[in-house]
């Protein structure tokens, strides 16, 4: 399965630490999407990053993508309480362009 | 990007029964898609809509039991048949935005007795 899978499961931090959170796949990607879950609500696209790039910044948020270790990882800086979400990865291939999501890191954020 | 509404928002419904999730788009779109996000789990595919075709289904989904119609490039429906508890989830609709993400509906969350 092409399947990314998040690490960690869960993570829980302080306002105003950084967040990080992993994403491995299996097999070669197009592209690797990071999207933010708020409970029970519908997924919100953060950032694409195609194979050929490296890193990605947008806002407070930055994405990096390791082809040789097929690993992505997703930095949130300075957390907010807003910031609460569960993050999903979502990796797609030559052939099959719709997204296949990983289980998703839960992310808490006290004030 | 999209703008994309579901109804209903939630629902409970007893064993046996179907319930029919409805999809609507502010704009025209090729292709809609269904996914179901069960309790704490990822998001799996269900179907492919493109309008005045049949959907296509995944691995594991049949027609018989998750029906899709597709009447024009702004609507969808899904309707989840014959309902079990198994089928408690969310259901999620989404439409292809540019370069090649995904718009995603609010989703529908369904709890079945």
């Known amino acids: 399965s092409q399947q990314g899978e998040e690490d960690p499961q869960a993570l829980s931090i302080q306002e105003g630490e950084n967040a990080t959170m992993n994403c491995s796949y299996k097999?070669?990607?197009?592209?690797l999407q990071w999207y933010r879950q708020n409970s029970g609500r519908g997924l919100v696209h953060l950032i694409l990053?195609?194979?050929?790039?490296r890193e990605k910044h947008s806002g407070r948020l930055r994405v990096t993508l390791d082809t040789s270790k097929k690993s992505s990882s997703l930095l949130i800086t300075a957390s907010r309480a807003a910031d609460t979400a569960s993050y999903f990865c979502?990796?797609?291939?030559?052939?099959?362009?719709?997204?296949?999501f990983g289980r998703g890191t839960s992310l808490i954020v006290h004030p | 990007s999209a703008v994309i509404s579901q109804k209903p928002s939630r629902d409970i419904c007893q064993r046996g029964t179907s319930l029919t999730i409805q999809c609507q788009v502010d704009?025209?779109?090729?292709?809609m898609f269904w996914y179901r996000q069960q309790p704490g789990q990822s998001l799996t595919l269900i179907a492919t809509?493109?309008?005045?075709?049949?959907?296509?289904?995944e691995s594991g989904f049949v027609i018989d039991k998750f029906p899709i119609s597709r009447p024009n490039l702004t609507f969808s429906t899904l309707t989840v048949s014959n309902m079990s508890p198994e089928d408690s989830s969310i259901y999620l609709c989404?439409?292809?935005?540019?370069?090649?993400?995904?718009?995603f509906g609010p989703g529908t969350r369904l709890l079945v007795l």
């Open positions: 704009s025209q779109v090729t292709m």
């Open positions: 809509a493109n309008q005045g075709s049949e959907a296509t289904y």
């Open positions: 990053i195609r194979s050929n790039e």
């Open positions: 989404s439409v292809e935005g540019l370069s090649e993400t995904q718009y």
């Open positions: 097999t070669s990607i197009n592209n």
């Open positions: 979502a990796t797609d291939w030559e052939g099959s362009y719709i997204p296949t």
